[in-house]
Nanobody, 123 residues
Framework: QVQLVESGGGLVQAGGSLRLSCAAS????????MGWFRQAPGKEREFVAG????????YYADSVKGRFTISRDNAKNTVYLQMNSLKPEDTAVYYC????????????????WGQGTQVTVSS
């Protein structure tokens, strides 16, 4: 069992930045690929970014490519999502998830989930 806890969400103006963190409870964190997803009200949960177990490979949704950066620190059991040039349409609850393949974009491909952190971007 891997427990994940997100933090770093908040309210920011359009064009601003936020960095989300996701801390994992288990020392086997480095065995897992990690992903970030988001879910806006009335919408399905959607893939944002994924990172391989080593951190050497990343994968992004087209909607965030060039603005968001996923990274991880296996010594700290933590994965990050740096979000720049935020837009109102980025408003959502953001979730981190652990799975086997960082290029998988379906929620069902991930085994463990955090509780989510709210990101609100005002125009």
């Amino acid at each position: 069992q891997v427990q994940l806890v997100e933090s770093g969400g908040g309210l920011v103006q359009a064009g601003g930045s936020l960095r989300l963190s996701c801390a994992a409870s288990k020392r086997t964190f480095s065995n897992y690929a990690m992903g970030w997803f988001r879910q806006a009200p009335g919408k399905e949960r959607e893939f944002v970014a994924g990172i391989s177990w080593s951190g050497g490979s990343t994968y992004y949704a087209d909607s965030v490519k060039g603005r968001f950066t996923i990274s991880r620190d296996n010594a700290k059991n933590t994965v990050y999502l740096q979000m720049n040039s935020l837009k109102p349409e980025d408003t959502a609850v953001y979730y981190c998830a652990a799975g086997l393949y960082y290029t998988r974009s379906r929620p069902l491909d991930y085994d463990y989930w955090g509780q989510g952190t709210q990101v609100t971007v005002s125009s």
